[in-house]
């Protein structure tokens, strides 16, 4: 049996998973305005707590969930898709 030469620790694993998720949210945190070809939307929250997200998506694998306003047909959502070239920034927020 072959020893693992770069043996992966759950901290190592942890911070690449976090990572992912960072990218994935991209730019989104409450107050940001962006907008794609879905719609204009409104970041009001965003969680990275898996089994909230979980929840809130009613997904098992979800690893966060954004809760948005969507301006265009004014209603109040949650989303787990990831930031894509598509998607747009109208208002940044510090």
Same mark, same amino acid.
């Given at each position: 049996?072959?020893? $693992?030469? $770069?043996p992966a620790?759950?901290?190592?694993? $942890?911070?690449?998973?976090?990572? &992912?998720?960072? =990218?994935?949210? =991209?730019?989104?945190?409450? =107050? &940001?305005?962006? @907008?794609n070809a879905? !719609?204009?939307?409104? &970041?009001?929250?965003?969680?990275?707590?898996? @089994?909230? %997200?979980?929840?809130?998506?009613?997904?098992? %694998?979800?690893?966060?969930?954004?809760?948005?306003?969507?301006?265009?047909?004014?209603?109040? =959502?949650?989303?787990?898709?990831?930031?894509? !070239?598509? @998607?747009? &920034?109208?208002?940044?927020? %510090?």
């Amino acid at each position: 049996m072959a020893a $693992n030469l $770069n043996p992966a620790t759950d901290a190592d694993m $942890n911070e690449a998973l976090r990572q &992912v998720v960072a =990218g994935q949210i =991209g730019p989104r945190k409450p =107050g &940001v305005v962006y @907008d794609n070809a879905d !719609g204009i939307f409104e &970041v009001l929250e965003v969680t990275t707590d898996r @089994d909230q %997200a979980r929840r809130i998506l009613k997904r098992r %694998a979800a690893q966060f969930a954004i809760v948005v306003h969507d301006r265009t047909a004014d209603t109040v =959502g949650a989303i787990g898709t990831a930031w894509t !070239g598509s @998607d747009r &920034v109208l208002k940044a927020v %510090a």
